[in-house]
């Protein structure tokens, strides 16, 4: 007599619990399916209200300062502020409104572009004009979203290269008179420039009771002694005219062909480009 308890007993019970299915069972075997349909959940994707504003470190990151974990450490060291108050809170907003404020100048969370054209004749260096003239800025309509300002101006009539920013850093450095910023001009005379008078230039002569200093003055190779190049870091309206009048020669063309290393090269006139990275680092090292 086998016990139930005794381990013969136990594997005779579990054989006992299975039922043998036979291969004609197997063969007609079909998977129950529930076919109840079920509601799928469908991901609502909701705007962030921008009056809520954004977080203070990306907002940093966003100006172009540095990236969102360095920020937080720039944050917890208190060198940024918001409207004057200085903030170290981490996850702390800043609202449109706000005035923000790193190591004590104003920045904004706006991409930064810089960008180059090769200035046509008749149209003016100008956000706008009462007259309804050109404007350098209908131009470059279409290149960007951000809000571009020209560094310097051009006259309506002078053609060449002018830049183009929304970082104000680099408009303040490149049009300050103690930052000298290389300026080459192509200029055509109504007739040729004497070798004395050529001479008189480059040693920088006074204008207006002012002191015009040229860097570098020379005739254009393999061309009329009417076609002259001229280096000058003055940001003086209409210096270069102002210049060759004093010694009464008129300006019949005048063409900017470098502007702070910056070249006209692949350029067309009309036509303008971004900046390369390498670029605008060469400009915030000048």
């Not at 381990?7 to 005779?12: A, E, K, P, T, V």
């Not at 959940?41 to 300062?65: C, F, M, Q, W």
Request: glycine share 4%.
């Amino acid at each position: 007599m086998t016990s139930k308890n005794s381990s013969r007993g136990r594997q005779d019970s579990k054989k006992s619990s299975f039922k043998k299915t036979s291969p004609k069972e197997t063969k007609n075997f079909k998977p129950k399916f529930d076919k109840t349909p079920r509601p799928v959940k469908k991901t609502v994707i909701t705007e962030k209200d921008p009056s809520e504003g954004i977080r203070l470190n990306k907002y940093i990151s966003n100006a172009g300062i540095c990236s969102r974990r360095e920020a937080d450490v720039y944050i917890a060291s208190g060198n940024a502020q918001v409207n004057e108050k200085v903030i170290t809170e981490m996850g702390y907003k800043v609202k449109p409104t706000d005035i923000v404020k790193f190591d004590g100048s104003v920045i904004s969370p706006e991409t930064k572009r810089y960008l180059l054209l090769n200035k046509p004749k008749n149209y003016i260096t100008s956000t706008d004009d009462e007259k309804g003239r050109k404007t350098v800025l209908e131009l470059i309509a279409n290149a960007c979203n951000e809000r571009l300002y020209p560094v310097g101006r051009l006259d309506r009539n002078t053609t060449g290269l002018l830049m183009f920013t929304n970082d104000g850093d680099m408009i303040k450095k490149l049009t300050n008179p103690k930052h000298p910023v290389k300026k080459l001009y192509h200029v055509s005379l109504d007739k040729k420039l004497a070798l004395a008078d050529l001479q008189k230039i480059s040693d920088n002569l006074t204008i207006e009771d002012k002191r015009v200093f040229v860097d570098e003055i020379s005739y254009i190779a393999n061309e009329s002694k009417s076609e002259i190049g001229i280096q000058i870091h003055s940001g003086r309206n209409k210096i270069i005219q102002k210049i060759f009048e004093h010694f009464r020669y008129k300006v019949v063309k005048l063409d900017r062909v470098v502007f702070a290393d910056l070249t006209k090269k692949n350029l067309p006139r009309g036509r303008y480009r971004m900046l390369t990275t390498q670029e605008v680092i060469n400009l915030k090292m000048l």
